[in-house]
């Protein structure tokens, strides 16, 4: 699991099946506290994520289309984390997927392991 402590390291199973679920939670709609709980572990991720991406961002070049990428999703993404749904199902597994649509943008940006 994710957690807001920048010395963890991410994830990326736990991330890919948190994003999985979020899909499952848009098609299937399931009770607003089901999916608060959900809500919850992909907000961790993208946390960590802009984190990293900030990080990343600082240290491309000035002007550079690398950089100028991951400001763009570092935006997105902070947009969808302010977005506050409304209490119904419908609400609540639509903001599931913004955040999924926020993380698959900056996870992209993941280093592969070596």
Do not use: K, N
């Not at 608060?36 to 600082?58: D, G, K």
């Not at 991951?70 to 599931?96: F, G, I, N």
């Amino acid at each position: 699991m994710i957690t807001s402590h920048s010395h963890r390291r991410l994830d990326r199973d736990q991330i890919r099946a948190d994003m999985s679920q979020a899909v499952d939670a848009y098609v299937q709609i399931p009770p607003a506290r089901e999916t608060a709980r959900l809500t919850t572990r992909l907000t961790r991720h993208l946390t960590s994520l802009i984190r990293m991406t900030e990080r990343q961002a600082a240290a491309c070049a000035p002007g550079s289309v690398d950089r100028f990428m991951r400001q763009a999703s570092l935006e997105r993404a902070r947009a969808a984390l302010a977005e506050r749904p409304e209490r119904d199902p419908q609400s609540a597994a639509a903001h599931v997927l913004t955040l999924y649509w926020a993380l698959l943008q900056l996870v992209d940006y993941l280093r592969e392991p070596t």
